[in-house]
């Protein structure tokens, strides 16, 4: 499984990005997608979650301002982020978890839940 980020990028506080990321080897409408983001120093923090049953997950911290979505026929998922703040500063991740948590559950919410992981994309948010 390849997952393969874009997006990112430089945007003013109150600016928007939408970030993608194109999953290749295998149709992945029932696997858990999402976004998790790091700053230097500090641990992988999960930021949002889509799963198997269109449920969502964001943390307190984005809510209301990001917004999770999938494109099953595209393989596709993308993380739209509004009214960037500078602490939204990270590299964000793109993970999934393969499909083990289809069905059942448990949803997962913790960066120890996914195996797989893009490269990252670096969102910086400065004025």
């Known amino acids: 499984v390849q997952l393969v980020e874009s997006g990112g990028g430089l945007v003013q506080p109150g600016g928007s990005l939408r970030l993608s990321c194109a999953v290749s080897g295998f149709a992945f409408s029932n696997w858990t997608m999402g976004w998790a983001r790091q700053v230097p120093g500090k641990g992988r923090e999960w930021v949002s979650g889509i799963y198997f049953d269109g449920s969502t997950f964001y943390v307190d911290s984005v809510k209301d301002r990001f917004t999770i979505s999938r494109d099953n026929g595209k393989n596709t998922v993308y993380l739209q982020m509004n009214s960037l703040k500078p602490e939204d500063t990270a590299v964000y991740y793109c993970?999934?978890?393969?499909?083990?948590?289809?069905?059942?559950?448990?949803?997962?919410?913790?960066?120890?839940?996914?195996?797989?992981w893009g490269q990252g994309t670096q969102v910086t948010v400065s004025s």
């Open positions: 993970a999934t978890d393969g499909g083990q948590y289809a069905g059942g559950s448990y949803y997962p919410t913790v960066p120890g839940d996914f195996d797989s």
